[in-house]
């Protein structure tokens, strides 16, 4: 906490953890607040209307899976993926925006604010916007009877990781990209297989053995895994904080790499 | 407050170089940049006097913006070392920027707020707080002339209110310096005006200013001293009078095209110095009397005398080649 004295000339490549990351959260909480009606629109509506039609639509062809109803399936499922998404496009889209064509990164470094705090202040409001659409979903999904018990509300939290990871993931292509086309390769690449292939849709189980054991790299794999039980009101499997270790690795990791570069890219 | 400001500027006025009584507020010695292969700062020394107004001046691609992120702390130098406000940069930028207020050469307002959140918002990026935010705010509006506009949103601002605005965000923290990056490109003559304005008040209230810029009529009003910095080097630093008169002779004459041919032979010999830039003739004069008496008996011959200013000095140190 002591970034007073912190170097960053001297600190390596670690990233300077320091309380003065949360103007820089705050000031897009305030922005957010501004614009709130259609962002809300987007973070939670649209993949309400996938939970619903698809839930309704496939629910019926589908049937259930194991003893459990498609929609009610699938709402956990939905709840992670679009936890990732709203992470994703905030630090693809909005932090690009404002490093780039807004500038606002080059007047809060003139300030006595470092790279890093403007990283850890993105990426910690891109969780929190993605904790933001989770609780809204997990309360229509809770008035729509899709959720066991309260125990889903620790699902919360763990939104709150899987959106920081994704956060920091998206952040390094934030930090490598040139404009905004490049994020298009991160979407085609990286985002829909792990959308296909993590377990939101269908059980991993249905994909073929080597396809599903290399599935456990992407790290929604292992969000669904912890987050489907709490709120279908299954007990936790017993890996459950092996999982949750897999996502902070990989949260840490990005992170991490992610401050680096954009040192380089902005301070260099 | 007022006195010893007054001494300093008279001791820089009597002699552009540094005696060493009042301690700098910037001091930077064999400052070095390095970019892959490039070098663009190649070894600048620089001392900044407490209260001066010091002027970088230089053609584009010179190093002007580098030192200044340099003394920011926003790039590591390669070379050299730096103090700024007593803090050892990059080490301590982040304390020296605690009292550094900075007008980037592009506003970067946010422009998702109005003019008020702006500087709200921004007061935040410090660790010092004002005692009372909304008073100070108050009083920034008023110096910049914007306490109409408090809750405009950005978009609705003109070029010169924006910089007005940027002008007062880099007040907020009540900075012993100023650093600001061509602070009146691109406005019209009023907005200019305007803003040379703001900085006298803010040179008369004990601030310390660092700016960058292309005119030189405007190095001339706000600069005690200036740095003339081409190719990453300081080639001349001295306070305007004396780049002037150290650098070239007082008197310049101007003459086009046939004017210039037909008179060049009689010119040149009459003139200290003389040389063509495209068609036009430039005689330049220690003695005005000559060369004045010469052209006013010669009949239909245009010319325009003038005396010498820093675009002569800067054209002559740095040369007549466009810089892109």
């Known amino acids: ?127 929190t916007k993605a904790l933001m659409g989770a609780t809204a979903m997990l309360v229509v999904a809770s008035l729509l009877g899709l959720v066991a018990d309260w125990k889903a509300v620790l699902a919360l939290p763990v939104m709150l990781l899987a959106g920081f990871c994704f956060a920091a993931c998206a952040m390094v292509i934030t930090a490598v990209s040139r404009s905004y086309d490049f994020f298009l390769y991160y979407f085609t690449l990286v985002m829909t297989p792990m959308l296909l292939l993590s377990g939101v849709f269908f059980p991993l189980e249905e994909l073929p053995e080597l396809v599903a054991a290399a599935a456990h790299l992407l790290p929604l794999v292992h969000v669904v895994a912890v987050v489907r039980p709490l709120m279908i009101g299954e007990s936790l499997p017993a890996l459950w904080p092996a999982h949750l270790l897999l996502v902070t690795v990989y949260a840490t990791a990005a992170f991490t790499l992610a401050t680096a570069l954009l040192r380089r890219r902005l301070a260099g | ?124 990026y410090f660790a010092r707080q004002p005692a009372d935010p909304d008073r100070r705010i108050d009083d920034l509006l008023r110096f910049s002339s914007l306490d109409g506009r408090a809750d405009a949103p950005i978009q609705a601002l003109s070029g010169g209110m924006k910089r007005r605005l940027s002008l007062a965000r880099a007040l907020i923290n009540g900075p012993e310096l100023v650093v600001l990056d061509e602070p009146s490109t691109g406005l019209d003559p009023q907005a200019r005006q305007y803003i040379w304005q703001r900085l006298l008040a803010l040179l008369g209230q004990g601030c310390t200013l660092i700016l960058t810029t292309h005119y030189m009529e405007e190095a001339e009003r706000l600069c005690d001293r200036l740095a003339i910095i081409d190719n990453g080097r300081i080639i001349a630093c001295d306070t305007p009078s004396n780049l002037v008169a150290r650098h070239i002779e007082p008197h310049v004459f101007e003459l086009r095209g046939g004017d210039a041919e037909r008179w060049h032979r009689q010119g040149v010999g009459l003139a200290a110095r003389s040389e063509y830039v495209g068609d036009t003739l430039l005689l330049y004069a220690v003695e005005p009397d000559a060369l004045g008496d010469a052209l006013y008996r010669e009949s239909g011959l245009r010319y325009w005398q003038r005396p010498a200013n820093l675009e002569d000095v800067f054209l002559r140190l740095t040369g007549r080649d466009l810089r892109d």
């Open chain 1, 1 to 127: 906490m002591n970034a007073r004295y912190a170097n960053p000339a001297r600190h390596g490549v670690l990233p300077i953890v320091s309380r003065r990351f949360i103007p820089v959260w705050r000031r897009n909480l305030l922005v957010w607040r501004k614009l709130m009606v259609p962002s809300i629109l987007g973070n939670f509506g649209e993949p309400l209307l996938y939970l619903i039609v698809l839930g309704y639509g496939f629910g019926r062809l589908v049937g259930d899976i194991g003893d459990l109803p498609y929609m009610v399936f699938l709402a956990s499922g939905i709840i992670c993926s679009s936890a990732m998404f709203t992470a994703s496009f905030e630090a693809l889209y909005s932090a690009y925006t404002r490093m780039t064509v807004q500038q606002t990164w080059g007047a809060m470094l003139d300030a006595p604010l470092l790279v890093d705090d403007i990283v850890l202040g993105e990426v910690s409001w891109a969780a």
């Open chain 2, 1 to 124: 407050m007022a006195a010893p400001e007054e001494a300093i500027r008279e001791a820089v006025d009597e002699d552009g170089t540094l005696d060493s009584t009042p301690p700098a507020i910037v001091c930077a010695r064999g400052l070095r940049k390095r970019y892959g292969g490039l070098e663009v700062v190649r070894g600048v020394d620089l001392d900044v006097r407490p209260g001066e107004c010091f002027g970088l001046l230089g053609p584009n691609g010179a190093g002007k913006t580098t030192v200044l992120r340099m003394l920011l702390g926003l790039t590591p130098p390669t070379g050299g070392t730096l103090t700024v406000l007593d803090e050892p940069i990059p080490v301590r930028a982040r304390e020296a920027r605690e009292r550094i207020g900075v007008v980037p050469q592009a506003d970067n307002l946010d422009p998702d707020f109005t003019v008020r959140e702006n500087l709200a918002i921004y007061a935040r």
